[in-house]
């Protein structure tokens, strides 16, 4: 079966650093995802790992273990604009999903509230 | 270059009305993947579209709900008798033929059905 849990809601203060975790049990792995999604707009992708290790991307990073089935991201800096949902997703093993195609499988989000 | 396009933004239907949710994809890309995201669910991959051709459907409900990407035109998600436990945001997204592992997949601004 297909299951990605990350905590529902979070809180940071504006500047500081907060890591968003999530665990993942799939039918195969072909790479994670982080998307963020402001309310009533569409997942804008933040990164992609698929090998173990962290991938630096500006204020943002994503981290990997296979092995553990574990990732995190970690926002640094923390904006009042950061204030969203963070989607944790999967791309399984399937019959019909090459390496590359998009058939996610999407954790609940993790709902970020940055305060002043 | 425009984004993916999804119309309409929003759609009111009563029960037993049909919705009908279209998806216009970024130029260049021949992929279409659509996705539900119910009240504080995450989003359920549904259908996987290439031109003319579903790809894979297994996450469709087995009635009322087809979907198509035909040669010329958006791809359409159709759903007919719509019920309350309907209401959701739909979500499109679209990826280029030659997808690769890291390519980024893009996301439309959704549509939020309400069923009354």
């Known amino acids: 079966g297909q299951n990605i849990d990350q905590p529902t809601e979070m809180t940071a203060t504006e500047g500081a650093i907060v890591q968003i975790n999530c665990t993942y049990q799939?039918?195969?792995?072909?790479?994670l995802f982080w998307y963020q999604q402001h309310a009533g707009e569409a997942p804008t992708f933040l990164s992609y790992?698929?090998?173990?290790g962290l991938e630096e991307k500006g204020r943002f990073s994503s981290f990997l273990s296979r092995s553990k089935g574990y990732s995190y991201l970690l926002l640094k800096e923390l904006q009042m604009k950061d204030s969203a949902s963070y989607l944790c997703?999967?791309?399984?093993?399937?019959?019909?999903?090459?390496?590359?195609?998009?058939?996610?499988?999407f954790g609940k989000g993790t709902k970020l509230s940055v305060i002043p | 270059n425009a984004g993916v396009m999804q119309n309409p933004r929003h759609l009111v239907r009563r029960r037993g009305q049909e919705a009908r949710l279209r998806c216009s994809p970024m130029?260049?890309?021949?992929?279409v993947y659509w996705y539900r995201q119910l009240p504080e669910e995450g989003l359920k991959f549904m259908v996987y579209?290439?031109?003319?051709?579903?790809?894979?459907e297994s996450g469709m409900p087995k009635e009322r709900f087809s979907a198509e990407f035909p040669k010329e035109g958006p791809s359409i998600l159709r759903i007919q008798q719509v019920v309350r436990g309907d209401s959701a945001a739909y979500f499109c997204?679209?990826?280029?033929?030659?997808?690769?592992?890291?390519?980024?997949?893009?996301f439309g601004q959704g549509t939020r059905l309400t069923v009354v």
């Open positions: 799939t039918s195969g792995f072909n790479g």
């Open positions: 130029k260049g890309h021949s992929h």
């Open positions: 997204a679209s990826s280029p033929k030659e997808t690769l592992m890291n390519t980024e997949a893009f």
């Open positions: 579209l290439q031109k003319e051709n579903i790809i894979d």
């Open positions: 997703a999967v791309r399984p093993a399937s019959t019909y999903s090459g390496a590359g195609s998009y058939q996610l499988t």
């Open positions: 790992n698929v090998l173990d």
